[in-house]
Structures are given as C-alpha cells and as structure tokens.
C-alpha cells in the first residue's frame, strides 16, 4: 500500500525573526540539512539572539522549518548569507527564496546593493536556490572562487565560490513562489 504524503503549503508557512529560545531548534535543523558545515549550538544561539535583524526562520504549525543566518557586511552595503537550511518536508515549495525575499523587505536591509553568499561546487541546492533568485530579481549573479581547499582550509575543506548578486537599484518586488 502506497502512503500519499501531502506537503505543506508556502501560504501555510509564517516567516519571523529569530530569537534565543530558537537556538536548539535551529541547531537540530541544521544538522540534518547536508552538506551544512555544522556549526556549535552556542554559535546558532548567537545568531539568533545578537543578528535576529538579518537572520529569519520559516514556521509551520509552530515547528520551524527553515532557516537562513546572516549579517550585514561591515561598512559595506552588502549582505552576506552565511546559512540556508530547509527540512525535507518543507523543501520544493521555495521557502529559501521566500527566506531571502522577507529577508530583503526588511529596514534594516533597504540600503543592501549586493547579496553575497559561499558556495561549495557540489552543493547543487545552493547554487539552484541563489540562481533561481537571482533570475526572479533580474539581477546579475556572478561567482569565483573565494576561500581555497589549499590556502584556507589546509585541504580539509572544498572551495567555496563566493557568489554575489547585484541588486537591481529600483525597489525589489517581493518574491511570489
């Protein structure tokens, strides 16, 4: 006998701020979203409680479902996004564009000219989740590669290709998924 799942509806999700009490649910959903470098609990506390302005996370009947950690780049105008994390169950509905939209209709972003994120080769989710933005935006992505396996990992971790959409200068649209 086949068993229908149903997933949820993007109308179904709610997207907030993060804060402190949301660390640990945080934490357990990164650790089952692979590739993502793991980080400690205390780090994902942090971000939640000390970056809630440019950090946001996806909840669906109180669980949360999605996440994405970042921060303003220091007298730059440029955001960079450090995590992307999204539960299977909630994958395929564009939830990390919706994350990155609310993320971007937020004040404290209004001056943002450029999203910036790393990206390793292999990491196909992430490069399908920043181009499919991007093109939404009609905004420019690029890429190279930024922190080295040799150079910056001591070969214990692949590249990472720094990807950097230019926002269009007009008012961004909300992003419909």
């Not at 150079?151 to 008012?171: A, C, G, K, R, Y």
Request: contains cysteine; hydrophobic residues 35%; proline residues 4%.
């Amino acid at each position: 006998m086949k068993i229908n799942i149903k997933k949820p509806q993007i109308n179904n999700l709610c997207f907030r701020m993060p804060n402190a009490t949301d660390g640990t649910e945080i934490w357990n959903l990164i650790q089952k979203c692979k590739p993502l470098d793991q980080n400690s609990m205390y780090c994902n506390l942090v971000q939640a409680d000390h970056f809630r302005d440019t950090c946001v996370v996806a909840e669906l009947n109180g669980k949360i479902v999605g996440w994405i950690s970042g921060h303003i780049i220091p007298q730059k105008n440029e955001m960079f996004i450090w995590q992307v994390a999204v539960c299977d169950d909630a994958r395929g509905l564009g939830v990390g564009k919706k994350m990155l939209s609310e993320l971007l209709q937020r004040k404290v972003t209004q001056h943002i000219s450029k999203i910036q994120t790393t990206i390793t080769k292999d990491n196909l989710a992430s490069w399908g989740l920043f181009k499919s933005f991007s093109s939404k935006l009609e905004a420019e992505l690029s890429h190279k590669p930024y922190y080295k396996r040799e150079q910056h990992f001591d070969n214990m971790h692949d590249t990472e290709h720094l990807v950097t959409i230019q926002l269009p200068s007009s008012e961004l649209p909300a992003i419909t998924v």
